[in-house]
């Protein structure tokens, strides 16, 4: 598996991409000139097409965020469902 790209990374090669789309290049060659698989390129024009670097690095964190919180409201539940069982006495 290869290093994960920081949100800036992946903006400025989405960027140098479209230049190159301009100039005529084919999406396959443009993507691999700036180091990445077509696929790729297309999932990150998804994902970060539009965004300027401070908003793909808000949106990082916020996902980051989510996930916190939804790990915590699954081991409160947890929790309550063990603490309902033993008042209940099916321990």
């Not at 919180?69 to 699954?74: D, I, N, T």
């Amino acid at each position: 598996m290869g290093k994960r790209a920081k949100p800036e990374e992946i903006i400025a090669k989405l960027r140098e991409v479209e230049v190159r789309l301009a100039r005529g290049e084919t999406a396959a060659s443009a993507a691999r000139a700036v180091g990445v698989t077509e696929q790729t390129y297309y999932r990150w024009r998804k994902e970060y097409g539009g965004l300027q670097v401070d908003q793909a690095k808000r949106m990082k964190d916020m996902e980051k965020e989510n996930a916190r919180l939804r790990r915590a409201v699954s081991d409160l539940t947890l929790d309550n469902q063990i603490l309902q069982e033993v008042v209940r006495g099916k321990f």
